[in-house]
């Protein structure tokens, strides 16, 4: 058996289970009904999630992004979480292309910030530190897609001194005129965690853009 039909079958047979109509009915409004859930809460899905992932083997990293995108294609939004779950897990296997070929995929589609973050976290920041993929990065930040936008501007938060304060400080440019909260949010938490070692750039960058997005300020500033 593939990896991948090992993957489908184990999480479909035994995640349904573990599900609570009353917790998926408030995940669901919670969620802004941006998908159908089964009312799995996390630890259980993700201790889960990881006893299977140890029986499937160590898969090649076609097989992880094909996987992963099949797990999006299942309607209950907790299936996307074992997706990006599953990349955090098996990093190891993914290739320099793999953002292109796969987490691209991921991220612009079932679009929410809960997916998105999440893929930014088990899957961008990762790779991005593993290879140099400026130039994806640059394409991200250049999209018209605000959700490859998140993804470039949030690529090195907890990178600390080694942080390209440059380069983000150019992504937080670019898109200091935007007002979208998924936007403006993003330009704050990169903000934000510059500031925890580098102040004196944070500030310069809000003096000189005195028109940015409230919330985007609120962030930048929090632990002043």
């Known amino acids: 058996m593939s990896f991948k039909s090992f993957i489908l079958r184990e999480i479909q047979r035994q995640l349904p289970p573990l599900g609570n109509k009353r917790v998926a009915i408030g995940a669901r409004a919670y969620m802004k009904d941006i998908?159908?859930?089964?009312?799995?809460?996390?630890?259980?899905?993700?201790k889960l999630s990881h006893?299977?992932?140890?029986?499937?083997?160590?898969?090649?990293?076609?097989?992880?992004g094909a996987t992963a995108r099949a797990l999006w294609k299942l309607d209950e939004r907790e299936y996307q979480y074992v997706g990006y779950d599953l990349i955090g897990?098996?990093?190891e296997s993914a290739n320099k292309s793999f953002l292109a070929d796969h987490v691209e995929y991921l991220l612009t589609h079932k679009s929410w910030w809960d997916t998105v973050d999440s893929l930014g976290n088990n899957a961008v920041s990762p790779l991005t530190i593993r290879y140099n993929l400026l130039p994806l990065m640059n394409k991200w930040n250049r999209s018209s897609n605000m959700w490859l936008n998140r993804a470039a501007i949030g690529?090195?938060?907890?990178?600390?001194?080694?942080?390209?304060?440059?380069?983000?400080?150019k992504y937080c440019d670019d898109h200091s005129g935007n007002h979208e909260f998924f936007i403006a949010k993003a330009i704050g938490w990169a903000l934000r965690d510059l500031a925890k070692f580098d102040r004196t750039s944070v500030n310069k960058f809000l003096a000189s853009h005195p028109d940015l997005d409230r919330i985007a300020v609120r962030e930048a500033r929090r632990h002043e």
């Open 35 to 46: 998908a159908p859930f089964l009312g799995a809460k996390t630890p259980p899905r993700r």
């Open 51 to 64: 006893e299977i992932f140890s029986l499937a083997g160590t898969p090649t990293s076609e097989e992880l």
């Open 89 to 91: 897990y098996f990093i």
């Open 155 to 169: 690529h090195q938060r907890g990178r600390k001194m080694d942080t390209d304060i440059p380069l983000l400080l």
